[in-house]
């Protein structure tokens, strides 16, 4: 029997790229464990732990075998009537495989028929002699290492040694970074194996400058994090170093009596700077306050890693933390560095704040239409032209002339900021530099507003723009940027979106249905593309289903079941303002007891209505009403009818669709007792005229018939 251990394997490297390391410190836990899983060296629930740090990747398995269990072969050899001749004998054909195996005539009467497909065929049985655990985790190490996402790769001299494994000289290697050292313990054992040139051992090193001894011997595969921790002053886990770094945020922001920003991707990016944190308290001088926060937090955690604290009011303070990869008696000097080295920082972006107010924003429009947008739409120039085209089309649809004059003056102001040093030193404020520097320039607030908010939403669960003109502007931005790149045939292809047309149009799905605009759709594509001169494509149709594609993706999203949004959807509503009503209305019919029988009348009522198609359309005829059961329909519908319409008028979806309920009854009548396609051409023109107002009236809300099982 095997003997089964716990598994540690560490690459031992210098500095990774701290914004890869945690995908990289994954990906080769479990690509490693994955292998080792493969070759049955381990258990399919084998326990995974995967070590990250700036100078190590590292994973632990539970429970390794020693090697891997024997494993049954079945190797199909050949036809029978190829393999045996009439009296049974082997053929020299079989004779021939079976010596290529390291086999002969003797094997024969040991090999199994077996059906194969239409014929029969002759199988070799055999084990296979699981691999030892020396051989798997070189080959699983090599895997791993093939498949790290590397961001780019390195090319670095190693020097061979003089042993029998390497020759004298210097070998290339490629690899993230230069690697120095690699540990493959299992139990208390080393396995033997090779990566990057180097040898596997038992030692690894700790922190730079505070471990308590350089070099770590590891005792075994399972002392690994605490002997770091101990010896080497370092926290090996990435989450567990993560978690730390949250506890002493929150402790030191919290004798502040203040709290840190909330940003999980410098909080991921300080954790693989950093081996042993330490979270001090530093301070600037309170005139950089004058500066808007926006920049100042910006230039904080972008080029110094720093964390700004907030105060209740979420407005910036003075004071930021800093981690530290050292654990000073006395930090004042640390402290002291990192507040030096903050200071021009803050003062670049004071500077660049008071020579952008120098010049109005509208100052700077000219100079847009030398700066190019794309090769084939023109400049940001045109562009503004464009979206301010659209923004007075739309405006004037929401509010009159008021609020199209509003969005048509921030239109013009929106792009202005992208030529200001502010904005060129820092592009994720564009928007919202434009926003301050309207209100310095007496710009309304309304436009501010709108300046700064237009690309809103910029991403997933991202805040709408705050006033009519914003929204105005942000829909017209991203109409402009859908019909122009649609346009052009620049369409998303796969999981590859280079513009984020994806981003735009799911921001249009939520503006519209969010605020509830009472847009039709059809139109605001069609403006559009009538923004832009002749000659540009049209693909009206193509952004219109992209659309589609976006809302189906957002309402499900929000909670709403496949059904449920299929039979909203599917009528294709011009305007998507009453969107949650409608789906609240058909949940609730869903509820209801008659609801699966209609839905499936529903159905048949279409599919009766479409083999129909073609044939002239009679009115109804109450007069050639014969049959009881059609009579009662009528009668009903006549009832129903006119009250499901009122409350569908007046916006109750959820009551017009529960008035249908009472159709149930009379509709399993109908098609028990009546015969549509009738010989009789009136009868039967009248009961399919009977079938498409039934129709018409179970159909406005939603397509019942999408609700059917």
């Known amino acids: 029997m095997s003997t089964s251990n716990n598994l540690l394997v560490e690459l031992f490297v210098e500095e990774l790229p701290p914004k890869a390391l945690k995908k990289l410190g994954e990906a080769f836990a479990n690509a490693l464990a994955d292998s080792l899983k493969a070759q049955g060296l381990a258990d399919g629930n084998a326990l995974v732990a995967s070590f990250a740090s700036p100078r190590r990747l590292a994973v632990h398995v539970s429970h390794v075998a020693a090697r891997a269990p024997d494993r049954a072969q079945q190797t199909k050899l050949m036809p029978v009537a190829v393999a045996l001749d009439a009296a049974g004998q082997p ?54 290492i093939a498949r790290l996402p590397i961001p780019k790769v390195m090319q670095y001299q190693l020097e ?75 926290i090996a886990s990435f989450e567990a170093r993560r978690a730390e770094i949250v506890r002493q945020l929150s402790e030191a922001a919290g004798r502040e009596g203040l709290k840190a920003i909330d940003d999980d991707a410098l909080l991921d990016e300080v954790t693989a700077l950093v081996e042993r944190p330490k979270v001090l308290v530093c301070r600037f001088e309170d005139d950089f306050l004058a500066v808007p926060q926006e920049c100042l937090i910006l230039t904080m955690k972008a080029n110094q890693k720093y964390f700004p604290l907030l105060d209740a009011a979420q407005r910036l303070t003075n004071r930021f933390l800093v981690v530290s990869n050292i654990r000073p008696d006395d930090p004042s000097r640390v402290i002291e560095g ?43 120039g045109e562009r503004v032209e464009r979206v301010r085209a659209i923004a007075r089309h739309v405006g004037a649809q929401l509010g009159g002339a008021v609020l199209a004059g509003q969005a048509d003056r921030a239109a013009l102001l929106a792009k202005a900021d992208l030529l200001t040093d502010m904005v060129g030193e820092f592009p994720e404020l564009q928007g919202i530099m434009g926003g301050y520097y309207a209100r310095h320039d007496g710009e309304t607030e309304a436009v501010a507003h709108a300046v700064e908010d237009h690309y809103k939403p910029r991403f997933a669960g991202d805040a709408l723009p705050r006033g009519e003109a914003g929204i105005v502007v942000a829909l017209a931005d991203k109409l402009e940027t859908l019909a122009g790149l649609f346009g052009i045939g620049q369409l998303p292809s796969g999981d590859k979106d280079p513009f984020a047309l994806r ?44 659309l589609d594609d976006r809302l189906v993706g957002y309402l499900r999203e929000r909670g709403y079941s496949a059904r449920e949004v299929d039979a909203v959807v599917a009528l294709r509503p011009d305007t998507w303002d009453r969107l949650p009503q409608r789906l609240a209305a058909v949940r609730a019919f869903v509820a209801l007891p008659e609801a699966e029988a209609l839905a499936a009348a529903n159905k ?18 109450p007069a050639l009403l014969r049959e009881p059961a059609e009579q009662a329909l009528a009668a009903a519908l006549a009832d129903a009818g006119p009250q499901a319409d009122a409350a569908f008028a007046r916006g109750d979806y959820t009551a017009s669709l529960q008035r249908l309920a009472a159709l149930r009854t009379p509709v399993d009548a109908f098609f028990d007792d009546v015969m549509v396609n009738a010989e009789d051409p009136a009868l039967r023109a009248n009961r399919l005229a009977l079938l498409r107002a039934l129709h018409a009236a179970m159909n406005r809300v939603a397509d019942l018939a999408r609700l059917a099982s």
Request: glycine letters at 10%.
């Open 91 to 144: 053929t020299p054909a079989l004779l021939k495989k079976l010596a290529a195996l390291g086999l002969d005539a003797g094997a024969v009467p040991h090999l199994e028929r077996r059906p194969d497909g239409k014929a029969e065929a002759l199988f070799l049985d055999s084990m296979l002699p699981g691999a030892s655990l020396a051989d798997g985790l070189q080959k699983a190490l090599d895997e791993a």
């Open 160 to 234: 061979s040694g003089d042993g029998p494994d390497f020759q004298p000289g210097w070998t290339s290697v490629h690899f993230v970074r230069p690697a120095h050292g690699l540990v493959a313990l299992h139990g208390a054992d080393v396995v033997p194996v090779q990566a990057l040139g180097l040898k596997s051992g038992r030692t690894t090193q700790g922190h730079r400058f505070e471990a308590a001894q350089p070099v770590v011997t590891l005792r075994d595969a399972d002392s690994y994090a605490q002997q770091l921790q101990d010896e080497g002053a370092v």
């Open 338 to 380: 990192n507040e030096r080295v903050v200071r021009p920082r803050l003062a670049d972006a004071r500077f660049f704040f008071d020579q952008d107010r120098r010049r109005t924003l509208e100052s700077r429009v000219p100079q847009l239409g030398k700066v190019v947008y794309h090769g084939k739409l023109g400049t940001q």
């Open 503 to 546: 981003r735009h149009a799911l921001g249009v799905v939520r503006m519209l249905v969010e605020r509830q605009l009472a847009l039709p759709l059809p139109a605001l594509v069609s403006a559009a593309f009538h923004a832009f001169p002749a000659g540009h494509g049209q693909a009206q149709a193509e952004v219109l289903h992209f």
């Open 604 to 621: 048949r009522v279409g599919n009766i209505l479409k083999k129909s198609e073609g044939s002239a359309e009679a009115p109804l005829n």
